[in-house]
């Protein structure tokens, strides 16, 4: 009637990080490549055509980087002072940057002088960015301002005086051509329509903003100032949606994923952390050897790069997918067997029975359903079984002890496979999760090859290791006890809480694995 | 006030179907078999009972099929009474008194008048096969006085007799020797087998035996697993014997095909082993039929067979080795360890079925629903093992959740224990496995209690122990982003003073939990899981625990071990009614 019910494989809470798509995704990159620069790198920027070269902005100098070479393809660096925020245009063919004495530059790609200079900020410009419709240029600068450039002419449309402390992260939206947001060091963000000449939503982020963020439908803002990453719903005028804080030190950088799913941030704590923009949880992060300063995706995340406080710029590319080898097929039935009744349509009173699925049974539930214990012990004992999977072993060992036939599959072993056997107790018989089968293995197998014992030294020395383990662990569950009885005096002397059930029931799970032990 | 109704009994389930081997009408569209003082009627197609036959005012022990109306049954029983139905109508059409517990009933084509009876006379262990002619009459009820007597020194199982090759000769086996009476001839010849005291031949004992419809040959079973074929009988010294070996326990049954070209046994092994051409080699299998078989029959027709099950199974076989239909009764387990629950969706009764699993017995009608596999592991038939056994369950929230412990235990420090919570899936109707928890307790779980009120839209259970604790599970969230999930988590551990926890039990309104700790009960606030009071009677163990329903809701009963049922009144919690009651507690 009913089959063979398979041997339930005791399974245990898996330590440690878990394993989700996230953590698969994120994990499939190389070990990085590191590229000295000379100075903080301040800004990494992606072109967004192919074959998406990306700008570096570090010192005086912006470097220009294929997608696999560790040498600049291209160099710009004709500045004064510090440059800053080299962006690419939507097209990949102009750059803009800033720099330390207040001028705002314009290159070709190809060309090495730049195409125009925007004079007017009196101070430092850290950021600047291309509207959406190609044309102009927003910039804001250390002197509280953030002006409008016109490209074709090279002149100043708008000013905007609204903040009052260092302009610092800005960001222009990608469908609109007269909105850009801009965030300061007097912990607002504002938006500005070029328009109406003056900021038309206005936030408090807390903290000095450090980097600002648009979603590509333009719905969200997202911002990073102290150690706050904040996510704003522009639509309802600026409400604030979520405040992640996740971070130990300020958050420097944003970055979005190519699928818009997921969000970056990195920090001067030396990590990256990646949310899920719909649940806004941290699903992933990653370590540097340095603050991070600045960071960027390419396009489809086939690279991180993350520019540090020490110069370093860190290259990490996506993991080639593994080609399939073509492997040698099994001859297939012929054609006319698959289209054999596909052109059959389903009648409104048929029944469609599906064909039931084939259960595929474990090489060991094979050999159990068969009976053959020895044959089902010998292959849980494989070597590839005991160490990545020593919880198959221990559950085949309690069914067979539950069939009452641990003993036979145990007895008439030569010395290799008995060996094996001890082995396998050696590694996991003081692993309280496993001791209570293990230990009864044990017995038996002194029960049965105590008259042969002396015979063979390999098997000898085994048996000695087993009980130094043993005595080992009789003197550790002593000590245990020793420090619980300590502990015990400690809690006595103070004053009594209702809490003292719970530790009650602790320290019985300590008297219960001396129990086992012993 | 209700007004009181007069109790009306009905009787339900319960009664043994493979007490004796199943008959098939001679069509092979009915299946007969007993059923305590019963005679059921089953359709062989559809499961479904057609008749049931009543009248018998004790157990039904054994019917027969009419040899001379195919339309007709015979049935005896421990009244006394041999009793001819008409089993399409499902009428009564005689009785015959014979005055003397009948313990087998068996018919013969050659023999028209009379049938075959077990009867013991004198001593307890003596039983005897007689003939009772069967007078003609035209009434109702005759008696029927004229025994004549055939064989003495028999088993008082039918399975140890049979008649072979057209009724010439009747074979009886019991201990280590077989006597056949020949009736032609009216001799007996006994062959006996080497006895006990010989260690290889310790278990060459009888339990069943068979005889080929055509020729003279005799098959036998043995304890050891052993079938022999027996030949050349009616001489007592050039008898011969072949051994069938595969079975490595007693051989319950034994049964030829109406050809006789196959052999059928079956045993412990729960395998239906069919011999062909009588040679070890030549055998057909037809594994997992769930329990020990107890009894085989074939039908007249030749193609069906069936099996009884100590599970109080019938199944009924195509002739190709491949079961048809199942005809379940109410699995009686050897230990009821979860009492008696009803499911509060379909409103069946629930207990132990199978080994390892919940029965869903609808006493409406009287059916089994399905089996819930609790263990989930392979069943392992072999005497002396250590089996893990379901010992608590519990049903909460309105049937949505089932908690089930099962245990095991080899050594008095090795107790393994398991608890399970299941959740009731609404689109497959049945119980799916939500959360396993090992060792739940250090020591045995003495009770198991779901909160059902309806303000708690949490669901909470609660679990007592010996290991002196209870604890509180309650239901967690554990869905991420990637996928949705719930869990039981242990919420809450308590203990008083080390006492064994006894039993637990909710308040109506879920606002009280009480535990009980050996003589002593303790009242818990379930919001912030508090003492709240204890109440001590110092009259012995609590067994049970119950609040008051509805307008009785201020007090709590409980039972003691030594039969005293004290009531305390919560509202004045130390005012405490006590009634002495001696309950006599039957187990439960």
Same mark, same amino acid.
């Given at each position: ?501 719970? +530790? ?15 | ?6 109790? %009306? ?47 018998? %005012? ?138 006990? %005291? ?31 074929? +027996? ?86 076989? #195509? ?102 919570? +299941? ?17 739940? #307790? ?54 008083? #003073? ?69 009531? +305390? ?20």
């Amino acid at each position: 009637m009913a089959g063979y019910k398979p041997v339930a494989i005791q399974t245990y809470p898996v330590l440690g990080e878990k394993i989700t798509q996230d953590t698969l995704y994120w994990n499939n990159y190389k070990t990085p490549v590191q590229i000295k620069e000379f100075g903080a790198v301040s800004k990494v920027d992606f072109s967004p055509q192919p074959p998406y070269n990306y700008a570096v902005t570090a010192s005086s100098r912006i470097h220009i980087y294929g997608r696999y070479s560790q040498e600049p393809i291209k160099t710009f660096s004709r500045f004064k002072d510090t440059a800053y925020c080299a962006t690419f245009r939507q097209d990949g063919r102009l750059l803009v940057a800033g720099s330390e004495d207040g001028g705002v530059q314009l290159f070709d790609i190809t060309g090495r002088a730049p195409l125009r200079h925007f004079e007017g900020h009196t101070k430092a410009v850290h950021t600047v960015d291309f509207t959406a419709d190609k044309y102009h240029v927003v910039s804001g600068a250390d002197d509280y301002t953030v002006k409008l450039w016109d490209i074709p002419n090279s002149k100043e449309i708008l000013t905007f005086k609204e903040h009052s402390d260092y302009v610092r992260c800005g960001c222009a939206s990608k469908l609109n051509p007269d909105l850009f947001v801009t965030g300061s060091y007097d912990h607002t963000l504002k938006m500005f329509d070029a328009r109406t000449n003056k900021s038309v939503i206005s936030v408090e982020h807390g903290q000095p903003v450090e980097s600002v963020l648009l979603f590509p439908s333009g719905g969200l803002l997202v911002s990073a100032g102290g150690r706050y990453v904040k996510i704003w719903d522009v639509l309802k005028g600026g409400q604030l949606l979520v405040s992640l804080k996740n971070h130990h030190k300020t958050v420097t950088c944003l970055y979005l994923s190519s699928s818009g799913q997921r969000l970056l941030s990195g920090s001067l704590d030396r990590k990256v952390k990646i949310y899920s923009t719909t649940s806004y949880k941290v699903v992933h992060s990653f370590d540097y050897a340095a603050s991070i300063l600045s960071l960027a995706l390419a396009h489809e995340d086939e690279t991180i790069v993350v520019g540090m406080t020490n110069g370093i710029l860190s290259v990490k590319h996506r993991k080639s997918e593994a080609k399939k080898d073509s492997l040698p097929r099994r001859r297939r039935p012929a054609y006319r067997t698959f289209i054999k009744g596909k052109n059959y349509m389903r009648q409104r009173d048929d029944i469609l029975i599906n064909r039931p699925s084939k259960k595929h049974l474990e090489l060991y539930d094979r050999d159990l359903k068969n009976f053959r214990v020895s044959k089902a012990l010998d292959r849980v004992l494989e070597p590839s079984c005991t160490i990545k999977t020593p919880e198959i072993t221990v559950s085949i060992i309690k069914e067979l002890n539950r069939r009452g036939v641990l003993a036979n599959a145990l007895a008439g072993r030569d010395e290799k496979e008995i060996s094996r056997v001890l082995n396998f107790l050696i590694r996991n018989l003081s692993q309280p999760r496993f001791a209570p089968v293990l230990i009864n293995a044990a017995e038996i197998i002194i029960d049965i090859y105590l008259p042969v014992i002396g015979q063979s030294p390999v098997v000898d020395k085994k048996f000695l290791l087993l009980q130094g383990l043993v005595e080992k662990e009789i003197d550790y569950q002593r000590e245990l006890l020793e420090t619980l009885g300590m502990m015990d005096m400690l809690f006595a002397t103070m004053t009594r809480k209702e809490s003292t059930s719970v +530790w009650q029931h602790a320290s019985d799970g300590f008297l219960e694995n001396k129990k086992v032990e012993s | 006030m209700v007004e009181e109704e007069s109790v %009306r009994v009905v009787r339900c389930g319960g009664s043994e179907l493979n007490f004796r081997r199943a008959v098939f009408s001679a069509d092979s569209k009915y299946i007969f078999c007993v059923s305590g003082d019963f005679v059921k009627v089953h359709s062989t197609a559809t499961e479904e009972c057609v008749h049931i036959l009543q009248g018998h %005012r004790n157990l039904v022990t054994g019917i027969q099929l009419n040899p001379n109306n195919h339309l007709q049954l015979y049935s005896c029983s421990f009244d006394g009474t041999v009793k001819l139905w008409d089993y399409v109508d499902g009428i009564l059409i005689k009785t015959f008194v014979v005055g003397l517990k009948l313990h087998a009933l068996f018919t013969l084509p050659s023999a028209e008048d009379s049938v075959f009876v077990i009867i013991n006379k004198e001593k307890p262990d003596v039983f005897q096969l007689v003939s009772v002619k069967l007078p003609k009459s035209s009434s109702q009820e005759i008696e029927a006085k004229e025994l004549s007597f055939v064989l003495d020194y028999i088993n008082q199982s039918p399975k140890c007799i049979a008649f072979g090759n057209e009724g010439e000769y009747v074979a009886a086996v019991r201990d280590f020797y077989l006597s056949v009476y020949f009736f032609k001839k009216k001799t007996t010849s006994r062959f006996t087998l080497s006895s006990s %005291r010989n260690k290889k031949h310790a278990k060459n004992n009888f339990t069943c035996v068979a005889c080929h419809p055509k020729e003279d040959c005799i098959a036998t079973g043995h304890k050891d697993g052993k079938i022999r074929l +027996w030949r050349n009988f009616d001489d007592d010294k050039k008898y011969t014997y072949t051994c069938l070996h595969w079975h490595h326990d007693m051989v319950m049954d034994l049964a030829f095909s109406v050809t006789g070209t196959s052999l059928l046994s079956g045993g412990r092994e729960s395998v239906l082993v069919e011999w062909r051409d009588a040679t070890e080699k030549n055998k057909e299998f037809l594994p997992r039929l769930g329990a020990t078989i107890e009894h085989i029959s074939v039908s007249p027709a030749g193609d069906l067979f069936c099996t009884s099950h100590s599970d109080n199974k019938i199944i009924v076989i #195509h002739r190709n080795l491949e079961a048809s239909a199942v005809i379940q009764g109410l699995v009686k387990d050897s230990n009821i360890f979860t009492g008696l629950m009803v499911d509060p969706r379909t409103k069946a009764l629930v207990l132990n079925g199978k080994p390892g699993h919940l029965q869903f017995y609808s006493l409406q009608h009287d059916k089994q629903l399905y089996n819930l596999d609790i263990i989930q592991q392979e069943y392992i038939n072999d005497y002396g093992l250590i089996q893990i056994e379901l010992t608590k369950a519990a049903f909460g929230c309105y049937g949505n959740w089932l908690a089930t412990v099962e245990q095991r235990q080899e050594k008095e420090t090795e107790l393994e224990l398991q608890m399970k919570l +299941w959740m009731y899936n609404k689109k497959t109707q049945g119980f799916v496995l939500n959360t396993k928890v090992n060792m739940p #307790h250090e020591d045995h779980i003495t009770a198991l209690c779901f909160c059902n009120a309806e303000k708690f839209e949490n669901p909470t259970l609660v679990t007592s122990s010996k290991d002196g604790h209870f604890k509180v599970w309650i239901l967690t969230d554990d869905s991420d982003i990637y996928k949705k999930a719930v869990g039981w988590t242990c919420d809450f551990v308590g203990s008083y #003073h080390k006492y064994q926890a006894t039993n637990c039990c909710f308040s109506e309104d879920g606002s009280l939990l009480a535990v009980s700790f050996e003589e002593i009960v303790t009242i818990w606030d379930s919001e912030t899981w508090e003492l709240k009071c204890t109440f001590c009677q110092r009259a012995g163990k609590i067994r049970h625990l119950c609040f008051g329903r509805l307008t009785c809701s201020k007090y709590l009963l409980g039972a003691t071990e030594n039969g005293i049922l004290c009531c +305390w009144n919560l509202l004045s919690c130390a005012c405490k009614i006590l009634f002495y009651y001696k309950v006599i507690w039957q187990s439960i």
